[in-house]
Nanobody, 125 residues
Framework: QVQLVESGGGLVQAGGSLRLSCAAS????????MGWFRQAPGKEREFVAA????????AFIDSVKDRFTISRDNAKNTVYLQMNSLKPEDTAVYYC??????????????????WGQGTQVTVSS
């Protein structure tokens, strides 16, 4: 079992930055691929970014590739999502998710077994 707790959301103006954090319980954090997903009102949950257990591989949705970075600190059992140049269309609830290591990174939310409660990100224009 892995428990995930996100933090760092909030209200920011367009062009601003936020850093989301996701703290995980357990002693085998490095065995999990970690992902960030988001869901805007009336829309389906959308993949944002993922990182492998070692941190050596990452993946992003095209719309955030040049603006967001994902990183992790396995000593602190924490994964981060640094979001720069935020746009109003980035407004959503952001969720952290964990997937037991299984080879390639997945962008499919169905592959992730563990989820945080979500943190709201609102970008004003």
């Amino acid at each position: 079992q892995v428990q995930l707790v996100e933090s760092g959301g909030g209200l920011v103006q367009a062009g601003g930055s936020l850093r989301l954090s996701c703290a995980a319980s357990g002693r085998t954090f490095s065995s999990y691929h970690m992902g960030w997903f988001r869901q805007a009102p009336g829309k389906e949950r959308e993949f944002v970014a993922a990182i492998s257990g070692s941190g050596g591989s990452t993946a992003f949705i095209d719309s955030v590739k040049d603006r967001f970075t994902i990183s992790r600190d396995n000593a602190k059992n924490t994964v981060y999502l640094q979001m720069n140049s935020l746009k109003p269309e980035d407004t959503a609830v952001y969720y952290c998710a964990a997937r037991r290591w299984a080879g390639v990174l997945s962008t499919n939310f169905l592959d992730y077994a563990y989820w945080g409660q979500g943190t709201q990100v609102t970008v004003s224009s």
